[in-house]
């Protein structure tokens, strides 16, 4: 599988450094701006195509998936430009800036019987579906109480700090301790309630939400900005508790009994990044003929979309595109 990466920041480097180390899905291609930033990316990552605008990628017909890897407040025009090209679509986290843009991306690709994904990397990796089944076998009774925190010291950076970059903690952090809390509790919310501290721009730093589930589940979680967390994640039940070493990327999952009296720690598989899980799942949802990843469906997408945008409307934090 020949993938076309939009975008060499950061992120975008994560995705090269993992495709170099796949043997049957490499990264053909890299799409920036400028075909001098795009030229230097590919150099330094062997990459064989360097286009200096995203269209010149999408039309390649070599490639097979388009990974989208600039930030979120430039998603929406990039993959609905992909989809409507008839490219499948590998899209970073936060999918889109907004539900709106999210129910018009989806409603395209399933209009036009094309495959697109959320990157929300954590949905792919081999420790959820191993939790999932800790939990069913019954080793700490029945599950209560999750708990998540994510917090990284990040100064005064752009795309946290400015609107027009969907700034914040929520869209950047805070979606992984809302996916963590769904990826083991999909059971539908009553209520969410939440606080949160904002920077001068309007944008929020560190915040706190709290779920309720109608299975009597409940969810605590915070993320933030402008704080070294811990980044823990924790599933008590009555008989319990599962200690995720990091919600952001597992390596270590502890199983506690009665009174936290310690049994046994897990460690997952060893990884490339913990970026290869998506791609491989693209590749194998590709090769079945499917529009979507079971390990992140489409309404999943949307509904962590919507929870976002219902937080963010509890703080009065508002990007430009709420408004188009």
């Keep these: 599988m020949n993938v076309g990466i939009i975008g060499t920041g950061w992120i975008a480097e994560k995705a090269a450094i993992t495709l170099g180390?796949?043997?049957?899905?490499?990264?053909?291609?890299?799409?920036?701006?400028?075909?001098?930033?795009?030229?230097?990316?590919?150099?330094?990552?062997?990459?064989?195509?360097?286009?200096g605008s995203y269209s010149e990628l999408i039309s390649d017909p070599k490639v097979d998936l388009v990974y989208v890897g600039t930030p979120h407040s430039h998603?929406?025009?990039?993959?609905?430009?992909?989809?409507?090209?008839?490219?499948?679509?590998?899209?970073?986290k936060a999918f889109m800036a907004n539900a709106?843009?999210?129910?018009?991306?989806?409603?395209?690709?399933k209009q036009r019987r094309v495959f697109v994904a959320e990157a929300i990397w954590?949905?792919?990796?081999?420790?959820?579906?191993?939790?999932?089944q800790l939990i069913s076998d019954g080793r700490i009774g029945t599950p209560r109480l999750i708990t998540a925190t994510l917090g990284y010291s990040m100064g005064n950076k752009e795309r946290i700090m400015r609107p027009e970059l969907c700034g914040g903690a929520l869209?950047?952090?805070g979606v992984y301790a809302l996916n963590f809390a769904r990826m083991f509790c999909d059971a539908p919310i009553s209520e969410m309630t939440s606080q949160c501290v904002k920077s001068q721009t309007g944008?929020?730093?560190?915040?706190?939400?709290?779920?309720?589930f109608q299975n009597g589940m409940l969810a605590n979680m915070q993320s933030s900005a402008q704080c070294v967390?811990?980044?823990?994640?924790?599933?008590?039940?009555?008989?319990g508790n599962l200690i995720i070493d990091n919600i952001n990327n597992p390596q270590h999952v502890t199983v506690n009994t009665h009174d936290r009296v310690f049994v046994e720690t897990i460690d997952v598989p060893a990884q490339i990044t913990g970026y290869e899980y998506e791609f491989m799942a693209c590749k194998s949802a590709l090769e079945h003929g499917l529009l979507e990843p079971p390990q992140m469906p489409h309404h999943e997408t949307l509904y962590i979309m919507q929870l976002m945008d219902q937080l963010r409307q509890q703080w009065g934090v508002r990007y430009p595109m709420d408004d188009e």
């Design 171 to 173: 869209l950047d952090l």
């Design 203 to 212: 944008m929020d730093l560190t915040n706190a939400i709290t779920l309720t």
């Design 75 to 92: 998603h929406y025009d990039v993959t609905l430009e992909a989809i409507r090209a008839g490219k499948a679509c590998l899209v970073e």
């Design 122 to 132: 954590t949905r792919y990796q081999p420790v959820v579906p191993f939790v999932r």
């Design 21 to 51: 180390a796949l043997d049957d899905i490499q990264a053909y291609a890299v799409a920036s701006r400028t075909p001098e930033k795009a030229r230097a990316f590919a150099d330094k990552w062997n990459i064989p195509q360097a286009y």
């Design 100 to 109: 709106r843009q999210t129910e018009r991306v989806l409603s395209e690709a």
């Design 229 to 239: 967390g811990d980044n823990i994640g924790v599933i008590a039940g009555t008989d």
